[in-house]
């Protein structure tokens, strides 16, 4: 596969050090595991469940179970969970255009959101944005370490505040990624300073990563994409909204049409994909985190910043790696595109990408287009020249991306092999 005898031995040396990681990793996905299971048969998911609807869609057994399964898992009173839904970017659209007004503010406690949402916004200026439509926006950014600024905070909630949102991944940023802890005493904050104040949390790439939920924790609606965590790797395309009833019913009219609702909505036979794909996202996501935690040791070890570092504690199953060069960004998205099992044979470049305002490069041999919980690796060209690496459907894959970006940037000279011999042989001694 290309993987040269020294960056094989540095991988496996990294390796060693991991094992009780790993085995963490493997507990929690066994209770998410259960979660998941316990919840499909609560809702008593019959082959039934699986037939095609077109149309309408009135009466489609197997779309109205499968939203009371993701209601039930995450512990709220209802879900949309659609094809309809096109992508993560949407479903967020979907959720703060249904909840807020003409006149009502729009408030981010943790700084800028992920770049897709600032024409959402209408923070860069775009058609049908909600500042178009009358609705303001404020943001409260990080303190200098990354933590809640409370006392700013404070200050900018005030009478139009209508809606929070709470970005948990760090998109393209070196910021940390919340726990779900965290994100818990931030709502309950927020609440306190305003309590008929909604919270939203855009939970993507955050599933099933711990063994709570932020709508355990007093989100009123948690949104994510299908063609990341909870989709498995199976579901073609989709998106989620889970939270309290009011919030999910307005949600499906802005998605399909005043009046119409959740009642319609066909599933064009994608059900089966949607429901396995979720039955398997625990043991998906446990192999992706393992990938993450991978790269982030085999990296740093090397002198490369990485956000999480190498012991920090994971919250989502996104992985930064601070490469410092466009050519390095690029070297590091050759070897991850070589490790894929579509389009292999392609080269990512940077190009300009719709909804981001710098070229973007990707690395995605994927089944499903676009799906990063599938081997990947992305990144907006600009200082610090940071990959953002995630995904691979089993472990074994996404370690194998993770040993061919590695290779490239050796192959490019970007990398002391002298530097990678000495750790190799330091990690050796230690854990053999």
């Not at 998906?284 to 190498?310: D, Q, T």
């Not at 996404?398 to 000279?413: D, P, T, V, W, Y």
Request: glycine letters at 10%.
């Amino acid at each position: 596969m290309g993987v040269s005898p020294a960056v094989l031995a540095y991988g496996e040396a990294v390796l060693d050090s991991l094992r009780v990681r790993f085995a963490a990793i493997d507990q929690v996905a066994e209770y998410n595991q259960a979660k998941v299971l316990h919840a499909m048969q609560v809702n008593r998911v019959g082959a039934s469940c699986f037939a095609a609807t077109t149309g309408y869609g009135y009466d489609d057994v197997g779309r109205n179970t499968l939203e009371k399964v993701y209601a039930d898992c995450f512990h709220t009173e209802a879900a949309l969970v659609r094809p309809q839904i096109t992508c993560g970017t949407h479903a967020l659209a979907v959720a703060l255009s249904a909840n807020l007004r003409p006149g009502d503010e729009l408030l981010s406690p943790v700084g800028r959101p992920y770049d897709t949402l600032e024409e959402v916004i209408g923070i860069r200026p775009s058609q049908c944005s909600l500042k178009e439509y009358g609705v303001s926006y404020r943001q409260v950014d990080l303190l200098p370490d990354g933590t809640f600024d409370y006392d700013g905070i404070r200050e900018a909630i005030g009478p139009k505040t209508k809606l929070i949102t709470i970005q948990r991944s760090k998109g393209y940023a070196t910021r940390p990624t919340f726990s779900v802890e965290q994100i818990g005493k931030l709502i309950a904050f927020c609440k306190e300073c305003k309590p008929d104040v909604l919270c939203m949390v855009d939970n993507c790439y955050g599933e099933f990563v711990e063994t709570i939920e932020p709508s355990d924790v007093g989100a009123d609606m948690i949104v994510g994409s299908l063609i990341k965590n909870p989709g498995g790797g199976l579901a073609p395309i989709g998106g989620y909204i889970c939270g309290t009833t009011e919030c999910v019913e307005r949600c499906a009219y802005r998605l399909s049409a005043p009046g119409l609702g959740q009642e319609v909505g066909a599933n064009l036979g994608i059900m089966p994909a949607f429901y396995q794909g979720f039955f398997l996202a625990p043991t998906v996501v446990s192999g992706a985190l393992k990938g993450a935690i991978f790269a982030a040791n085999l990296y740093e070890r090397l002198g490369f910043p990485v956000v999480p570092n190498g012991t920090e504690s994971r919250h989502d199953i996104i992985q930064a790696v601070e490469l410092g060069s466009e050519a390095a960004m690029i070297a590091f998205c050759k070897g991850i595109q070589e490790a894929a099992p579509v389009d292999s044979f392609a080269t990512p470049l940077p190009w300009d990408m719709p909804g981001y305002d710098d070229q973007v490069i990707m690395a995605a041999g994927a089944f499903v287009q676009g799906s990063s919980i599938e081997l990947s690796a992305d990144g907006p060209i600009r200082p610090p020249y940071a990959v953002y690496f995630q995904g691979g459907l089993t472990w074994y894959h996404a370690k194998l991306g993770i040993l061919l970006s590695l290779q490239e940037l050796c192959n490019a000279n970007l990398v002391d092999l002298e530097k990678l011999h000495k750790i190799t042989a330091d990690l050796q001694a230690q854990f053999r």
